[in-house]
């Protein structure tokens, strides 16, 4: 590298040297080599700011940051529909196991592709309006991994099934809504979170935390279908 | 100065890697809409942080429109920490 820039110094000062021979004037700035020398071009700079201009730099790239993610709307219903979506999904999870007949295995995966379909619905409808795409809110909010999401659907769902093998299917009912409640409010506090940290709050989860919980999940499931 | 980015010297660009680090990817139109710039310029900037492996850019479809999505990759969000750090550092000599 150091030797392509010494071969790039002296092709300059060959072709400098040629130029001034034929007694055009010239001046370093317009050798022709300028795009392959080291020298920066007028956006880089390795000019040290003092620090008003560091201050001033660093406040507004914050600001800009601020704007934007205080701008970020949800749409229109969105925590509304995963709260019903999930409250859906968690009764026919519930019921699935415990009724144990054709029907209500129908019913827990009806459950499941009826929260897969709202969430990438709603998803595709916030990357749309807002044009932008959150790997956090995703995986967090619509998928269930922050923590108190994950609570509250953990939660949601072993009240459920408690009540339903108790028998009291309306206790199930509640435990459910309870359960997409706390998975909204878990979204609303992300969004909260979200504008006060967005840097921080923006990455997903790891692929490996998602696996597993989905695996967590996997095995409670079929571990409820040995003990029927 | 230590951390300091030649790339990241320019404002534009010190406030397209801030927003970068704000989401996942982002649309090019509201990127140019956040920034209040041309599209040419946007165009010069993202292709400038993109040579420096500091951006990646995607061509998608929306509703039957081309539409150019831009992120931050992981050495970009490592540069833009060490240039913000260097920024402090400087601002913090004089506090």
């Known amino acids: ?228 | 100065m230590l951390g300091l980015d030649a790339q990241l010297q320019a404002p534009a660009r010190l406030k397209i890697m801030s927003m970068l680090a704000a989401v996942s990817e982002i649309e090019f139109s509201t990127l140019r809409g956040e920034l209040d710039v041309s599209d040419s310029v946007l165009s010069k900037h993202i292709a400038a942080l993109t040579h420096v492996d500091y951006v990646r850019a995607r061509k998608g479809n929306h509703l039957g429109r081309r539409t150019t999505w831009v992120s931050a990759t992981r050495s970009g969000r490592a540069a833009l920490s060490a240039h913000v750090a260097a920024l402090r550092a400087i601002i913090a000599d004089v506090d």
């Open chain 1, 1 to 228: 590298m150091a030797e392509d820039l010494v071969a790039e110094d002296v092709v300059a000062e060959d072709v400098d040297a040629r130029r001034v021979a034929s007694g055009r004037r010239l001046t370093r700035v317009n050798l022709q080599s300028w795009k392959v020398s080291p020298r920066l071009s007028n956006m880089e700079s390795n000019h040290v700011p003092n620090p008003a201009d560091a201050s001033a730099a660093l406040d507004e790239a914050l600001r800009s940051r601020a704007r934007l993610a205080a701008g970020l709307q949800l749409p229109p219903w969105f925590s509304v529909s995963i709260g019903l979506a999930v409250a859906v999904q968690i009764l026919t999870a519930a019921v699935g196991p415990i009724i144990h007949t054709a029907a209500s295995w129908a019913a827990l995966a009806a459950g499941a592709l009826l929260f897969a379909a709202v969430a990438g619905a709603q998803l595709a409808r916030f990357r749309r309006l807002n044009g932008v795409w959150i790997g956090g809110l995703v995986n967090r909010v619509v998928l269930g991994a922050a923590p108190a999401a994950s609570l509250a659907y953990g939660a949601g769902l072993a009240g459920a099934l408690w009540a339903g093998f108790a028998g009291q299917w309306w206790l199930s009912a509640v435990c459910s809504a309870a359960g997409g409640a706390g998975y909204v409010a878990g979204s609303r506090r992300w969004l909260r979170r979200y504008r006060s940290d967005p840097r921080a709050n923006t990455p997903a989860e790891s692929l490996w935390w998602i696996a597993a919980m989905f695996a967590l999940a996997g095995a409670l499931l079929v571990l409820l279908v040995l003990e029927r």
